[in-house]
């Protein structure tokens, strides 16, 4: 089945790291995906991962991912302000028809 | 400029009235989606279409409808049958196809039902 978690809130000071974290349950997924959502506004995509590989980093951003446990995180390193913002975590199962399932979002706060 | 538009930002309507969101793609995109979003939670899919004139029902289809005429648009109808309209709908594109592809997400329309 389809189910993607993410804890609802982050706060971290600017400077900082931020770690996201979410889980999923379907072990056939392809693709994971980061999104970001500025308020008010649609989702950008930030980073994708294959589901055959544990890490990627791309400049501030850092993606870990355990098949075994089926935990995704995304690091932001040197966080600033303008991080503020809702991260999504989305799987993608090719079986699916490409569709995407979506977290629930983690509202992650910068503080000066 | 390449990129997914959605009109109008905002929208108001009485209870009782259905409602048609505009989405349009200037991609070349095959594939269309319309997600929902409530306050605090995630995006959950309404429709999607893989190709013109065809399109599936999403986890939450109850209530809507759409069409696709054209590969550029996709638009959205709330039907008074719909129990909890008042949301916040997004509309997306993408080139599916082998390996990693995006969703290219338009600025959303706010829906206010009373």
């Known amino acids: 089945g389809e189910d993607v978690e993410q804890s609802l809130f982050l706060s971290v000071r600017e400077g900082d790291s931020s770690v996201i974290n979410c889980t999923y349950t379907d072990s056939s997924s392809t693709y994971l995906y980061w999104y970001k959502q500025e308020p008010g506004a649609g989702l950008q995509l930030l980073t994708y991962?294959?589901?055959?590989?544990d890490m990627k980093q791309d400049q501030r951003l850092t993606v870990l991912l355990n098949k075994k446990d089926k935990h995704l995180s995304l690091r932001i390193a040197d966080t600033q302000t303008g991080d503020s913002a809702i991260y999504f975590c989305a799987e993608e199962i090719k079986a699916a028809g490409n569709k995407l399932t979506f977290g629930g979002g983690t509202r992650v706060l910068v503080k000066p | 400029d390449g990129g997914i538009t959605q009109s109008p930002k905002y929208l108001f309507r009485k209870e009782g009235q259905n409602v048609t969101l505009s989405c349009e793609q200037n991609l070349n995109h095959d594939a269309m989606y319309w997600y929902r979003q409530d306050p605090g939670q995630g995006l959950r899919l309404i429709y999607y279409?893989?190709?013109?004139?065809?399109?599936q029902k999403g986890d939450i289809a109850e209530g809507y409808s759409v069409s696709r005429e054209k590969k550029e648009s996709f638009p959205l109808t709330v039907t008074s049958a719909q129990k909890n309209p008042t949301a916040f709908y997004l509309c997306?594109?993408?080139?599916?196809?082998?390996?990693?592809?995006?969703?290219?997400f338009g600025p959303g329309t706010r829906l206010t039902v009373t």
């Open positions: 279409s893989q190709i013109v004139n065809d399109f």
């Open positions: 997306a594109s993408s080139a599916p196809g082998q390996g990693v592809y995006e969703q290219y």
């Open positions: 991962i294959f589901s055959n590989m």
